[in-house]
């Protein structure tokens, strides 16, 4: 008996194996993954003003996500140039003329060549905590990580009027990041700064936020980021309440460190020095995130000599700048406010 009772539990096991694999295979094949993709697309679109294509879309056995050649798109809205001349010697209304100049939509592209989203189905399942690996090949580099939400502590309002108790789950969100190689010029030109960057930036990044009524609020953040051969410029620099242009200042390479203290929002910077053929600078503060993200930076910086007599522009705006210098010859501003309204005064000391 026991002999046949043995052999009946393991063709029970082989049965429901075998009726398991069946079942997750027709899943996989069946699952209508380019439809549920195709009718995304107008409400991301209708969500984030962004217009997204892409090559190819896929399930894969680990029930990964997969695009090829996606595309994230942004376009900018027409603007209408047109004049009406009127032709004063003919009052015929024939006699009005109208000239038809209509600037074109700027059209801008972030390119990913590929890009893998892999839920963690057992974590969801067995903690019920949204845990997802992501990895992506874009701007000629590499970005592996992690998204996961969990539920934090359950926040409690008392009101002292009606002495009513509400309730709330709070979730929090955790992202970690591995940067390899992201070619930094390819994000300016995307963000169309006035300034542009450049460089491979290397290194890793972990933030936890949650979200109140509908803006991350960042609680930690840590970064230990490599530049190699930075770049600033050819672009626009603010001086005196304008603009002045500017060449290309090489920046080389340095490190950006820093990260939150606990139980805190604000977020201090590791001494960031910065040492080229064409300007020494340093940068210390921090940053405090809280309804706004409010810097709170010292920025000091010298162009060379080499530079100097390099660059006509740069010259210029050294003279335009000349109420920031000290003592020592540099230049020294600190970074008050807000990121929307940020306010620069000189620093002298």
């Known amino acids: 008996m026991s002999f046949l009772n043995k052999n009946f539990f393991i063709k029970f096991f082989i049965v429901d194996i075998v009726f398991f694999l069946v079942f997750y295979f027709t899943f996989i094949f069946t699952f209508p993954i380019k439809e549920i993709a195709k009718s995304n697309k107008a409400l991301i679109n209708q969500k984030t003003g962004k217009i997204i294509k892409y090559k190819d879309i896929s ?8 695009i090829k ?5 942004t376009i900018s809205e027409n603007v209408n140039t047109s004049k009406k001349k ?15 100049k209509v600037q074109k939509p700027k059209t801008l592209k972030l390119i990913v060549k590929s890009l893998s989203i892999k839920p963690k189905i057992m974590d969801m399942i067995l ?16 970005i592996n990580g992690n998204f996961s939400v969990v539920e934090d502590k359950k926040r409690i309002n008392k009101s ?36 542009p960057y450049s460089g491979k930036l290397t290194g890793d990044i972990e933030t936890v936020f949650s979200t109140r009524r509908g803006k991350p609020v960042i609680s930690y953040l840590s970064l230990e980021l490599d530049m190699k051969n930075g770049k600033l410029g050819p672009g626009k620099v603010k001086a005196v309440g304008s603009y002045a242009t500017v060449d290309q200042i090489k920046l080389g390479n340095f490190e950006i460190k820093g990260k939150t203290a606990k139980n805190s929002s604000r977020f201090k910077f590791e001494p960031l020095k910065i040492d080229s053929s064409d300007i020494e600078a340093s940068l210390d503060g921090t940053i405090t995130f809280s309804r706004s993200i409010m810097p709170n930076l010292r920025l000091k910086f010298k162009f060379t000599e080499q530079l100097l007599k390099a660059s006509r522009k740069i010259k210029t705006v050294a003279s335009l700048i000349n109420n920031m210098k000290r003592k020592d010859g540099s230049f020294g501003v600190k970074l008050t406010g807000t990121l929307k309204h940020l306010r620069q005064r000189p620093w002298k000391r």
């Open 160 to 195: 002292k009027k009606t002495k009513n108790i509400t309730r709330r789950k709070l979730e929090k969100n955790e992202i970690s990041l591995s940067l390899e190689s992201i070619d930094l010029s390819k994000i300016s030109k995307y963000l169309e700064l006035k300034l």
């Open 127 to 142: 903690s019920k905590r949204t845990n997802i690996d992501f990895s992506a090949e874009l701007m000629d580099g590499e």
């Open 59 to 66: 399930l894969g056995l680990d029930l990964s996500i997969n």
């Open 69 to 73: 050649n996606l595309e994230i798109i």
């Open 86 to 100: 009127n032709n004063k010697n003919n009052k015929n209304k024939a006699a009005i003329k109208t000239d038809k």
